[in-house]
């Protein structure tokens, strides 16, 4: 007697259909909530649409598209099983660097990777993305949910996205617009954002022995829970501030740090200084330096140090700038200039010592 074998299947190889159909069930509300009038049809097309006759009101419309992820941050995520919040860092990567020109947030697509499909979680993810897209004024138009058995643990994960904006061409804002005795304003970031993570994993964790569960008497709380707290999107208050003052420039301070990013907008031709004297990084920065006896400027390239956002404004608007951002409640203080480059080789420096 032969004996009957079972042929090879889909699901027997470590993928679900179905729990993936599921996902996209739960998820659906949380999208619907990010949609704008130009988004067309629904989630589970094969691509994602927005109406570009939208744009008809600009004279010269100039696309900006950013994309990104979070970086080892999903395995504090994966760890804690927390799972609704990293969607926001996702977003907050994506769109500040779109807003950095001037450019206002239309729509976001997202790229999920399991090595097991947990609907809820999957959906978890998808909320804190949607979330996120609310903050940054943006639609979420669309994604893709992959598993990937034997390649990811069954709880292992990662997310990208990638986004579109819109910025007229004579509003752009960039190096071509920042002249010498601009004042650079600094808006405080919410944590460590989403930038660094290896460092501070290896940090913490291997050379300093600590625990997620740590309850860390400086921080307030426990360090999972510091290390969780989501980047701050800044994308609706760069735009409300570009309306209401003259803004040359803004830089998002994401991996490489704050001087090195500052100079990414900076002309060749001129400088800028950032005065440390003008705040003092929050606790978790502390926290890091010390445990892995990490140098200032070490630190400095690889964390934001307490700074998330800048922006580059004439003198005459820092008044009204600050004053905008503080009626967004966002804290925000000059913390530099600009200067004509003299015997600099950089684009940006840092000058003073933090405060304390």
Same mark, same amino acid.
């Given at each position: ?12 190889? /470590?993928?679900?259909?179905?729990? @993936? ?11 619907k ?7 067309? @049809? /629904?989630?589970?097309?094969? #691509? ?21 992820g ?8 994966r ?23 001037? #450019? ?13 499909? &947990? !609907? $809820?979680?999957v ?7 949607? *979330? ?8 979420l138009?669309?994604?893709?949910t992959?598993? &990937?058995?034997g390649l990811? /643990? ?5 997310? =990208? ?13 960039? #190096? ?25 994993? &290896?940090?913490?964790? *291997?050379?300093?022995?600590?625990s ?5 008497? $400086? ?5 999972g829970?510091?290390?969780?707290? !989501? ?7 760069c735009? =409300?501030?570009?309306?209401?003052? $003259? ?10 740090g704050?001087a ?10 001129? &400088? ?26 070490e ?6 140090? /307490?700074? @998330?956002?800048?922006?580059?404004? !004439? ?21 530099g $200039? ?15 010592s933090?405060?304390?």
């Open positions: 007697m032969t004996e009957k074998t079972t042929g090879a299947s889909y699901a027997a190889a /470590g993928v679900d259909i179905e729990a @993936g159909d599921r996902a996209v069930e739960l998820m659906k509300e949380w999208v909530k990010t949609q704008r009038p130009e988004v067309l @049809g /629904g989630l589970g097309g094969f #691509a994602g649409l927005f109406d570009a006759s939208a744009l008809k009101r600009y004279e010269r419309p100039l696309l900006a598209s950013a994309t990104d979070v970086g080892t941050k999903v395995d504090i995520a760890q804690l099983g927390v799972y609704d919040t990293i969607g926001h860092d996702l977003v907050a990567m994506v769109m500040d660097d779109i807003v950095v020109c001037g #450019a206002e947030p239309l729509f976001m697509t997202d790229y999920i990777c399991v090595g097991k499909v &947990h !609907p $809820e979680r959906a978890a993810i998808v909320k804190g993305i949607a *979330e996120g897209c609310v903050l940054a004024g943006c639609a138009v669309g994604g893709e992959a598993e &990937h058995p990811l /643990g069954p709880d292992d994960f990662d997310v =990208a996205g990638a986004g579109t904006g819109v910025v007229e061409y004579d509003r752009l804002l960039g #190096a071509d617009r920042i002249r010498t005795g601009d004042a650079v304003i600094a808006m405080a970031s919410s944590g460590l954002h989403s930038n660094g993570y290896s460092l501070v994993r &290896h940090v913490l964790f *291997e050379r300093a022995k600590m997620l569960e740590s309850h860390v008497e $400086e921080l307030g709380r426990t360090l829970e510091e290390l969780l707290e !989501p980047t701050k999107i800044y994308s609706l208050d735009m =409300a501030l570009t309306r209401t003052a $003259e803004v040359h420039a803004y830089s998002h301070i994401t991996g490489g704050l090195a990013n500052l100079a990414r907008v900076i002309p060749d031709h001129l &400088h800028a200084t950032v005065d440390r004297s003008t705040w003092a990084p929050g606790a978790i920065f502390h926290l890091v330096g010390k445990a892995g006896q990490v140098e200032q400027l630190l400095e390239k690889t964390l934001n140090m /307490g700074v @998330g956002m800048m922006a580059v404004v !004439p003198g005459e608007s820092v008044d009204v700038a600050l004053t905008a951002l503080a009626d967004r409640g966002v804290d925000a203080w000059v913390a $200039e600009i200067l004509d480059r003299g015997d600099h080789t950089e684009g940006a420096t840092m000058t003073g933090y405060a304390s």
